[in-house]
C-alpha cells in the first residue's frame, strides 16, 4: 500500500494535466514517501482522457478512472477517495490553483502534529470576477448562519486526510454531495493552512454561474432544513399581522360605517400572500425533490476504464 494518495478531478484539462503531473510528481519524490497519483477523468470532451492515458502508461504511480460522461467534481472526488488505496489521501485541482507544494507541509500536520486532516483555505479571493466573490461570501454567510456544520469562507476543496477520515467521508453516500460541509459534518481534528489565491495556470474555469448556483443550493438544502421553518415562521407572522387588521377593519366599519376605498391595499394583500405561498411551496419542492432523488439510489457515477497504479517492483 502507498503512503500517500494524491486524487486529482479532471474536466477537459488537456492544457494543464502535463504540468500538474510534472509538479506533483517532482513535490513527491522529494517527499520520498510511497505515493500513488489518481486522475479522474471526468467525462472530458477533449484530450485530457488520451494525455492521462499516456502518463499512466509511462509511470506505475499513476492510475485512472474515467467517467462515461461528466458527473460533475463531486462525484469525481467521491471516485477518487473509493480508488485511493493509501495511508493519507489529499484531493487537489488540477489547474494549479491548488499548490502541489504544500502536500508536504500538509503530510506533516497529519504525521507529527497529529490532526486527521489539513484543510486549505485563500486568504483572498483577487484574481477572481468581483461579482463571483460578492456571490461566494454571502453563500458562505448564509450557509454559516443557518447550519451548524462549520463551513469556512474561502475553504478549498484542497485537503489531506487520513484514511479513517476518508472511510467516514465515504460512508456517506448522499447523491446530491457538498464536501466541503462533509468534511466538516464527519467532525476529525483539522488544521487549516491559508494561501493567497493563484491564478488558473492555463485553460477556464469548469463553473458557470448557473453550476455555482446550483452547487450552493445543494449546500443549502443538504446540510439544513432551516428554510422550510421559513415558511412556517411567515404563516404565523402573516397570520397575526391579517387579524390585527381584521379587527382595525371591523373598527373602522363600526364607527365610520362603510367606506369604498381598499382597492390598493386588497390588491397588495393578496399579491404578498400569493408571493410568500409560492416561495413556500417552492421551498417545500426542493427538499422532496432531494428526497425523491435520494430515494433511488443511482451510483454516483459510472467508470468506463480504469487504470490501478502498479505497485513497487523493487
Ligand atoms: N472539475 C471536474 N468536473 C466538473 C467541473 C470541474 O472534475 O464538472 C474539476 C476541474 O477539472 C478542476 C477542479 O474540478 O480540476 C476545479 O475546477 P475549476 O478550476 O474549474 O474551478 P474553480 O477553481 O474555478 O473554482
Ligand atoms: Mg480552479
Not at 394583500?269 to 427538499?287: D, N
Request: positive net charge; glycine residues 8%; proline residues 4%.
Amino acid at each position: 500500500m502507498p503512503e500517500l494518495s494524491i486524487i486529482v478531478p479532471c474536466y477537459n484539462e488537456s492544457k494543464v494535466v502535463g504540468t500538474c503531473y510534472r509538479e506533483t510528481t517532482l513535490v513527491l519524490e522529494e517527499l520520498g514517501k510511497s505515493y500513488e497519483l489518481i486522475f479522474v477523468d471526468d467525462g472530458s470532451g477533449d484530450d485530457t482522457l488520451r494525455l492521462i492515458r499516456e502518463i499512466a502508461a509511462n509511470d506505475r504511480h499513476v492510475g485512472l478512472v474515467s467517467f462515461s460522461r461528466n458527473f460533475g467534481k463531486e462525484a469525481a472526488l467521491y471516485a477518487g477517495l473509493k480508488a485511493a488505496r493509501g495511508e493519507y489521501i489529499a484531493v487537489m485541482d488540477a489547474d494549479m490553483q491548488d499548490p502541489p507544494s504544500m502536500l508536504p507541509a500538509m503530510y506533516a500536520v497529519l504525521t507529527a502534529e497529529g490532526y486527521d486532516s489539513a484543510a486549505t483555505r485563500r486568504v483572498t479571493r483577487a484574481g477572481e470576477p468581483p461579482i463571483r466573490s460578492f456571490f461566494a461570501r454571502q453563500f458562505y454567510k448564509i450557509i454559516r448562519s443557518m447550519s451548524r456544520v462549520d463551513i469556512v469562507d474561502g475553504a478549498r476543496d484542497f485537503r489531506m486526510m487520513t484514511r479513517q477520515m476518508v472511510d467516514a467521508v465515504l460512508s456517506l453516500q448522499e447523491s446530491h454531495r457538498f464536501s466541503k460541509g462533509i468534511f466538516g459534518w464527519v467532525g476529525f481534528k483539522t488544521k487549516w493552512l491559508e494561501y493567497e489565491n493563484t491564478k488558473r495556470a492555463a485553460g477556464e474555469t469548469k463553473w458557470s454561474f448557473w453550476k455555482l448556483f446550483k452547487y450552493a443550493v445543494d449546500g443549502i438544502v443538504s446540510f439544513t432544513t432551516l428554510p422550510l421553518r421559513f415558511a412556517s415562521i411567515m404563516g404565523f407572522a402573516i397570520s397575526f399581522f391579517a387579524f390585527v387588521y381584521l379587527i382595525v377593519v371591523l373598527i373602522r366599519t363600526l364607527t365610520l360605517g362603510i367606506v369604498v376605498p381598499g382597492y390598493a391595499s386588497l390588491l397588495v394583500t393578496i399579491l404578498l400572500l400569493g408571493g410568500i405561498q409560492l416561495i413556500s411551496v417552492g421551498i417545500l419542492g426542493e427538499y422532496i425533490a432531494r428526497t425523491y432523488m435520494e430515494s433511488k439510489h443511482r451510483p454516483l457515477f459510472i467508470v468506463k476504464e480504469q487504470t490501478s497504479p502498479r505497485p513497487d517492483d523493487k
